[in-house]
């Protein structure tokens, strides 16, 4: 399941509006999401004073089923946090796991591949370098 929501972006002109921004994306589930990631248009949004576009950066994940990956983007401007970030993404790692029914939890224990990088161009690059294609 891919999720998302409305919430208050303030423009570099000082302009404060409304713009939807996704938290999640099961690209296997919506693909048309992986096109957005790979052509930077994911959590993009325009001012409607200047009409700037731009990117809004948030903590993101990039969930894969068929690629078994489980890809969190935060901010590059966490990078320096990285220690607390690898903690708080294990114990969602853990939560989620508590929930798999245990016959296939072995698909996700041997299988899944959890990734944490640093700014969504980061993304881009790891999908384009892993065979992944635009459309």
Same mark, same amino acid.
């Given at each position: $399941?891919?999720?998302?929501?409305?919430? *208050?972006?303030? @423009?570099?002109?000082?302009?404060?509006?409304?713009?939807?921004?996704?938290?999640?994306? *099961?690209?296997?589930? +919506?693909?048309?999401?992986?096109?957005?990631?790979?052509?930077?248009?994911? *959590?993009?949004?325009? @001012?409607?004073? @200047?009409?700037?576009?731009?990117?809004?950066?948030? #903590?993101?994940? %990039?969930? =894969?089923?068929?690629?078994?990956?489980?890809?969190?983007? %935060? #901010?590059? =401007?966490?990078?320096?946090?990285?220690?607390?970030?690898?903690?708080?993404?294990?114990? $969602?790692?853990?939560?989620?796991?508590?929930?798999?029914?245990?016959?296939?939890?072995?698909?996700? =224990?041997?299988? %899944?591949?959890?990734?944490?990088?640093?700014?969504? =161009?980061?993304?881009?690059? %790891?999908?384009?370098? *892993?065979?992944?294609? +635009?459309?």
């Amino acid at each position: $399941m891919s999720t998302g929501g409305k919430t *208050n972006i303030t @423009c570099g002109c000082g302009q404060t509006f409304e713009g939807w921004l996704w938290q999640s994306a *099961n690209v296997t589930a +919506s693909p048309e999401l992986r096109q957005q990631v790979l052509d930077g248009e994911m *959590n993009v949004v325009k @001012c409607p004073s @200047c009409e700037r576009r731009f990117h809004v950066e948030v #903590p993101f994940l %990039y969930h =894969d089923v068929e690629a078994r990956e489980w890809i969190w983007v %935060y #901010p590059r =401007d966490h990078e320096q946090k990285t220690g607390d970030i690898h903690a708080r993404v294990q114990e $969602m790692w853990e939560e989620v796991m508590g929930k798999v029914p245990p016959g296939v939890r072995h698909v996700f =224990d041997n299988e %899944y591949r959890v990734i944490i990088l640093f700014g969504m =161009d980061a993304l881009v690059l %790891y999908l384009r370098a *892993n065979g992944v294609k +635009s459309t």
